[in-house]
């Protein structure tokens, strides 16, 4: 089991960046496959970035491929999100989440992960 915990997110303008953080507790972090997701309100929550166990493999949804960089350091049980030239639309309370399953390519949707952390809310003004 694993618990997770995230930071970082704020009040930023738009065309800023900001990095979220998630803390893992419990073992055996670098067995699970990691991923962001994130949710505005009365919508569903939204696939954002996610790695493979192995950290190989990352992928990106349409909207944020080229300006989000997700990162694990399996030594020191964190996750990271790196985002850049932030726009309006990227308002949302965000989640990291961990998956046991561990296929080859990134797990994209929400009922394939397991844990999830209490989210950080990241604002964009414009």
């Known amino acids: 089991q694993v618990q997770l915990v995230e930071s970082g997110g704020r009040l930023v303008q738009a065309g800023g960046s900001l990095r979220l953080s998630c803390a893992a507790s419990g073992r055996f972090f670098s067995s699970y496959a990691m991923g962001w997701f994130r949710q505005v309100p009365g919508k569903e929550r939204e696939f954002v970035a996610g790695?493979?166990?192995?950290?190989?493999?990352?992928y990106y949804s349409s909207p944020v491929k080229g300006r989000f960089t997700i990162a694990r350091d399996d030594a020191k049980k964190t996750l990271s999100l790196q985002m850049n030239s932030l726009k309006s639309e990227d308002t949302a309370v965000y989640y990291c989440a961990a998956s046991g399953l561990t296929p080859a390519q990134v797990l994209t949707s929400p009922r394939h992960y397991d844990y999830w952390g209490q989210g950080t809310q990241v604002t964009v003004s414009s």
């Open positions: 790695i493979t166990r192995d950290g190989r493999t990352t």
